[in-house]
């Protein structure tokens, strides 16, 4: 048994078909058959049954599987920390993140990765939570840091830290005196908001559903630093995440929490494959851990 054909094996078993499994590997398929009968010969096992035109895993190609894929990424970091000293091409890590996610956390995520993995290269794309999902299951990026849980199906999720909603207002909003704001109370404010194809819109606006009512929509904006910008002065409010509040950059502004029905956010990492992601998920987990 080999790394190749450990690699040959992990897909098959992924594509339940040697045709795309030969595909996938640039490799014909009696070739492929041949290498897949080998490693049954070389283990003394049999790793798959037919039925149905697809190939069915046996409890050995389980168990094989469970053990071969984090063998192969194992090796595949060697390679790429091996490579840096040799001059070859850095390994990029693609994370897409949410804007109203905690305004130090991109910071951290920068300083603490440059830290733990100084030849790892981190590209860091803000985007909506439908973009992020769009993109990972496109293979585009590696994690994203978004809501959870994930809306599209084949998406794990790992929690970070949890929110909840606040209503922003203008120093001299009429609700400056309350301490909380219940949410028929927000259900009747002129608002200023994302656009609805943000995910923060939607949570609101479902939010607000289960009262039967709709936001009071008077104008739109597509960035968090532009509603904040835009808010004091105006007789306007906002909905934001309470962890998205920088003290001493929001002169101006109030921020309230809603009384109950209280409105949480989960946020947390969002990735594709969670046994070929487990190294970067973890990675990322130890870099920000200290601000949950």
């Known amino acids: 048994m080999d790394f190749k054909q450990l690699r040959y094996f992990v ?18 398929q009696p070739a492929l058959s041949q290498q897949i009968r080998q490693l049954e010969h070389n283990l003394d096992v049999s790793l ?21 894929v984090p063998l192969l990424d194992g090796l595949q970091r060697a390679r790429e920390a091996l ?14 993140v949410l804007q109203t996610v905690h305004p130090s956390l991109v910071p951290q995520l920068l300083e603490g990765v440059r830290k733990a993995q100084p030849h790892l290269v981190v590209q860091i794309y803000e985007l909506s939570g439908l973009e992020i999902e769009r993109r990972l299951l ?27 909603l606040q209503v922003v207002i203008p120093t001299e909003h009429p609700l400056r005196a309350f301490k909380r704001v219940s949410l028929a109370q927000a259900a009747d404010l002129q608002m200023l908001l994302l656009g609805e194809e943000f995910q923060l819109r939607q949570i609101w606006q479902g939010q607000l559903a289960n009262l039967g009512r709709r936001p009071q929509v008077q104008a739109e904006l597509n960035t968090m630093a532009a509603i904040l910008d835009s808010l004091p002065g105006t007789a306007l409010a906002t909905v ?8 001493g950059d929001d002169a101006g ?40």
């Open 83 to 96: 490579g840096n000293f040799k001059g070859q091409a850095v390994r990029t890590l693609a994370i897409g």
């Open 240 to 247: 934001l995440p309470g962890r998205a509040r920088v003290v």
């Open 11 to 28: 897909a098959v078993y992924e594509e339940g078909h040697v045709g795309r499994a030969a595909e996938r590997l640039a490799l014909s």
């Open 253 to 292: 502004l109030l921020w309230k929490p809603l009384s109950e029905p209280r409105v949480p956010l989960k946020v947390g990492l969002v990735f594709r494959d969670a046994q070929r992601q487990q190294a970067s998920v973890e990675l990322l987990q130890r870099v920000l851990e200290s601000r949950a």
């Open 48 to 68: 798959f049954e037919r039925s149905n035109k697809r190939l069915l895993p046996t409890l050995a190609a389980h168990t094989l599987y469970n053990h071969a």
């Open 138 to 164: 496109s293979g585009v990026l590696d994690i994203g840091i978004g809501y959870l849980p994930p809306r599209q199906p084949g998406l794990h999720g790992v929690l970070l830290y949890e929110d909840e």
